[in-house]
């Protein structure tokens, strides 16, 4: 079995491998020795000399992710807009002391004139700070294409200097990490589904659209992205999984490039679905290659999540408490109110059902072992996290032989050796559980990394993607699949029926 054109899969580093190096700045000192190329470029046209005895000693730094400047600013214009800044503050405060510090942080928006904070050590007067700001704020400034992007200026203070010199500066993006933490579980919901919407999605998908035009799949689904309004709501499943320029833009991507797979994540995200968006994030990031622009994002939400989910997981903890005391009404309200700020937790909404049966029981409302409340509730549970890991009962072998499946996946990735044999694992159980378009997320995976299980994860792929109604791209690759998924029924059917699960019920 042969994958035809394999050599047109895209490696997105190389191709747009042309952004300067840098990186945040942020207030507990990360990253502040580090300057960029626009620096530079800015100090040859203003004709700076950065260490002249007359002049102040200018410095600039970039406050956010420069690894996307390629897509969000026109470089050239950009470049003439704040060395306009940097000539103004020449000049306005040559022969300064060295004693005298000034710092003036500059937010470039999409639309718009810039946002301007001054800052000064110690304190300048405020008219000569008025006339400055009057001037900086008369300049014409070009606008970014896609999200902020924030620059400070300082005189006389050296990069590594600036924090311990003006400790109230926080950065933009510190900014946001502070409003993030003190937040409550709504906010904080609110919070990434902006982010994602605003920020992450458009430069996702403005990577996606200049690529070159042999990669359809890949240029087809971004321009799906940038043109969907994931502000309201969205179909996420529709977009990607039943999406065949999703799976074609998969397989169109170079081996640790996981943009197609990143963007699925943060479709997740702005539509509230932090539950299956963890899910993918923990699979993903696992392949996704350290030198990607959008790297960082991933890094971002994980620290996002792994904050929601600590506040989240306390919240539930506090109504697993009252249920353990027997006060099964105590506990339904926690997971109530929990559910109106964060209403699409798997975790929240079983431990709601398994308290509720309890307390319905104990008032013989229903009989015990009754499965019609289970039928009900595990249809919410499982469309916000279909793998989640509880299932209770069963009344046939198939749905005896799917728990144990369902419960095997929390003895995966035990042993960094096995990390690959686990992934063909998981998407195994996955597909055994009907989720389809995680378990061809995963075989992709297989089918990339794992030489041994190569034949396998690929008819796995394609049958999986074929269940999710794509069926047009088996004819990328050589094979009689039409054969290959009945085999794969086949030996499905004989797995379940051997199993020591299904035998115990055998109907």
């Not at 895209?10 to 502040?32: A, D, P, Q, V, W």
């Amino acid at each position: 079995m042969l994958l035809l054109g394999s050599g047109n899969r895209l490696n997105f580093y190389t191709i747009h491998e042309h952004s300067r190096e840098g990186g945040l700045i942020k207030k507990n000192r990360h990253n502040m020795k580090r300057k960029i190329t626009l620096v530079i470029v800015i100090c040859v046209l203003t004709g700076i000399n950065l260490f002249a005895q007359s002049e102040p000693e200018i410095s600039m730094n970039l406050l956010a992710n420069d690894k996307i400047a390629d897509i969000n600013i026109d470089y050239n214009k950009f470049v003439k807009s704040f060395a306009e800044a940097v000539k103004l503050t020449k000049k306005e405060f040559y022969g300064i002391s060295k004693d005298q510090k000034i710092a003036l942080l500059i937010v470039s928006h999409k639309t718009g004139k810039p946002t301007f904070k001054f800052y000064s050590k110690p304190t300048i007067d405020i008219i000569k700070e008025q006339s400055y700001l009057n001037q900086i704020n008369a300049l014409q400034f070009e606008n970014t294409k896609l999200v902020d992007f924030p620059i400070l200026i300082t005189s006389n203070v050296k990069p590594d200097e600036v924090d311990n010199t003006f400790n109230e500066i926080i950065s933009p993006i510190e900014k946001a990490k502070e409003e993030y933490n003190q937040a409550d579980l709504k906010r904080k919901l609110e919070l990434n589904k902006a982010w994602a919407t605003n920020e992450v999605l458009p430069v996702l998908a403005a990577y996606q659209t200049i690529v070159d035009d042999k990669f359809l799949g890949v240029k087809n689904f971004g321009n799906l992205i940038a043109k969907t309004n994931f502000s309201e709501i969205q179909n996420t499943f529709k977009l990607s999984d039943n999406n065949s320029d999703y799976w074609r833009a998969c397989m169109e991507m170079s081996g640790g490039n996981e943009l197609i797979p990143e963007t699925k994540i943060f479709m997740y995200v702005s539509q509230g679905e932090l539950d299956y968006a963890m899910k993918y994030l923990e699979i993903v990031k696992i392949f996704a290659g350290e030198t990607s622009k959008v790297k960082l994002y991933l890094k971002e939400l994980s620290w996002r999540l792994e904050l929601f989910n600590k506040q989240l997981n306390g919240e539930i903890e506090k109504g697993v408490a009252e249920h353990d005391k027997l006060n099964y009404q105590n506990a339904i309200d926690k997971y109530a109110t929990i559910l109106v700020n964060y209403p699409n937790s798997a975790w929240a909404l079983y431990e709601k059902f398994y308290s509720q049966n309890a307390l319905d029981i104990k008032n013989e409302k229903i009989k015990f072992g009754e499965r019609g409340d289970w039928d009900n509730a595990k249809i919410n549970i499982y469309k916000h996290n279909p793998l989640y890991s509880m299932d209770v009962r069963a009344n046939t072998g198939k749905e005896s032989y799917l728990i144990t499946r369902r419960g095997e996946i929390s003895s995966l990735f035990k042993n960094n050796e096995e990390s690959l044999n686990d992934i063909y694992k998981y998407a195994d159980i996955s597909m055994d559980l009907e989720v389809y378009d995680f378990a061809a997320q995963l075989f992709w995976y297989s089918f990339t990394y794992n030489k041994d299980k190569n034949t396998q994860s690929l008819n796995k792929f394609l049958y999986c993607i074929d269940k999710l109604g794509v069926t047009n791209l088996k004819q990328t690759f050589k094979g009689n699949f039409e054969k290959e998924f009945k085999k794969i029924d086949t030996e499905k059917e004989k797995e379940m029926k051997k199993s020591d699960a299904y035998k115990v019920i055998k109907k």
